[in-house]
């Protein structure tokens, strides 16, 4: 924190003393609204230079300060009060009473969370998960965002070391999802800061299941930002960290990450054999899932290992793809999407252009429907590529 910021005179406004609960310097409150603005489709904006006189509560001649329409709705929304609340001045006497007796509240909730409680909120995420596949993180994304505050402050308030590491388990796994969704939605580097309090909270769980599955979850966002090396030997590390204390469906979901990773560098060969060793691991059954979840089945690896087959431009990508596309389950709508770029990748490497352009329009379709940013430049791309095809001039002498 800067030295201009100690906390040493009394809060003059509810805006200041919540910059305080944060424990956030002006600059950073700045740079939290900004990407908060980012995420939630704000117009309004707050600088370092206005957010000082907002929190003071009046203007230099003494004036009380107003901030634009734009800029009150943001802050109200970020922080839960009304503008006139947030610039009003705090009661201190109130304040301390007030937080007393939210500790003694989140204390006595901490206490009450139980097997039933738990249940509860896998539940929860079970529900918020369909949501999310089907609608995507437009729809989803707000929710999980909630569930991942509220089971921070039960796990924050909770003094039961198997509490804990229970909620600290199941707060890796909205993690995850939310660091999923972010990267859908094109945030990187919100994805990112996603995982790492991911993997934070699955090491508090004690279980090795749930940190090497937030470690790999985030090797995607390396892809993404063609950090391919640097994926493939994370994925590497954590496979084979995995070989000897974790179920054989998520050995079989991390080689086929591994087999992701290394399609993406271009290690064709490496890559089929990841594909063939997570088809071996695959359990016949994996519908008892006693850690992470993984969506992972015969026709979902059929998917992924077609994704790796189009990504290194093999024609069979085609065929596995698209047996794939006709046993998908229809609520896996993000899933359709991004096979159905992947096909339409395939056939544009194989010259089959209109093939190639209806599977891009239907994934077009689908990605504005769930608000995937990441396929729709993966679309984008490909249209280009299209286009670029068709404005080729003929050589001369041949036929047009």
Do not use: C
């Given at each position: ?5 100690v ?17 956030e310097?002006?600059a950073?409150?700045v ?6 603005a980012?995420n939630?489709?704000?117009?309004g ?11 003071a509560g009046?203007n230099?001649d003494?004036?009380r ?7 009150a ?9 009304t ?11 109130r304040s301390?009473?007030t937080g ?9 909730a ?5 097997t ?11 529900a ?6 089907q609608?995507g ?12 505050r ?5 796990r924050?308030h909770?003094l ?16 995850t999802l ?5 990267l859908d939605m ?28 937030s ?9 993404e ?40 560098h ?9 594909f063939d ?5 695959l ?5 008892t899932?006693?850690?992470p979840?993984?969506?992972l089945d015969?026709?979902?690896l059929?998917?992924w ?6 990504r290194?431009g093999?024609p ?5 793809l ?8 229809p ?5 359709e ?9 395939a ?11 209806l599977h ?10 769930i ?9 984008d791309?490909?249209r ?11 050589r ?5």
């Amino acid at each position: 924190m800067a030295a201009d910021e100690v906390y040493e005179a009394p809060p003059r406004t509810v805006l200041e003393r919540k910059l305080r609960e944060r424990s956030e310097t002006h600059a950073e409150f700045v740079r939290a609204a900004e990407e908060f603005a980012r995420n939630f489709g704000e117009a309004g904006t707050v600088s370092e230079r206005n957010l000082k006189r907002l929190v003071a509560g009046r203007n230099r001649d003494g004036s009380r300060v107003r901030p634009r329409p734009a800029t009150a709705r943001l802050l109200e929304r970020m922080l839960g009060l009304t503008i006139d609340e947030l610039l009003s001045p705090p009661d201190l006497v109130r304040s301390v009473e007030t937080g007393e007796q939210e500790l003694r509240q989140m204390l006595s909730a901490a206490r009450r969370v139980n097997t039933e409680v738990l249940a509860l909120l896998h539940e929860q995420l079970t529900a918020v998960r369909r949501l999310d596949r089907q609608l995507g993180a437009a729809v989803a994304h707000d929710e999980v965002a909630t569930k991942i505050r509220q089971v921070v402050r039960l796990r924050s308030h909770s003094l039961t070391p198997d509490t804990r590491a229970e909620l600290a388990a199941l707060l890796a796994e909205f993690g995850t999802l939310a660091g999923w969704q972010a990267l859908d939605m094109g945030a990187v580097a919100e994805s990112w800061q996603h995982y790492e309090r991911a993997k934070e909270s699955a090491h508090e769980s004690e279980d090795v299941a749930f940190e090497v599955h937030s470690a790999a979850e985030q090797a995607f966002v390396l892809i993404e930002v063609n950090e391919t090396a640097t994926a493939v030997e994370l994925l590497r590390t954590t496979e084979q960290r995995a070989r000897r204390d974790v179920g054989r469906l998520l050995r079989s979901w991390l080689a086929a990450a591994y087999g992701e990773a290394l399609a993406a560098h271009g290690q064709r060969s490496e890559s089929l054999r990841a594909f063939d060793r997570a088809a071996s691991l695959l359990p016949p059954d994996a519908s008892t899932l006693d850690g992470p979840y993984v969506a992972l089945d015969p026709v979902h690896l059929a998917r992924w290992r077609g994704h790796a087959l189009a990504r290194v431009g093999e024609p069979e990508a085609v065929e596995v793809l698209s047996s794939a596309l006709s046993r998908l389950d229809p609520t896996f709508t993000r899933a359709e999407t991004g096979l159905r770029v992947d096909l339409a990748t395939a056939f544009s490497a194989m010259g089959e252009r209109e093939q190639g352009r209806l599977h891009a329009d239907r994934a077009a379709v689908l990605a504005a429907e769930i608000g995937s940013a990441r396929q729709q430049r993966r679309i984008d791309h490909i249209r280009s590529s299209l286009k670029s095809s068709d404005t080729v001039q003929p050589r001369r002498g041949s036929r047009p």
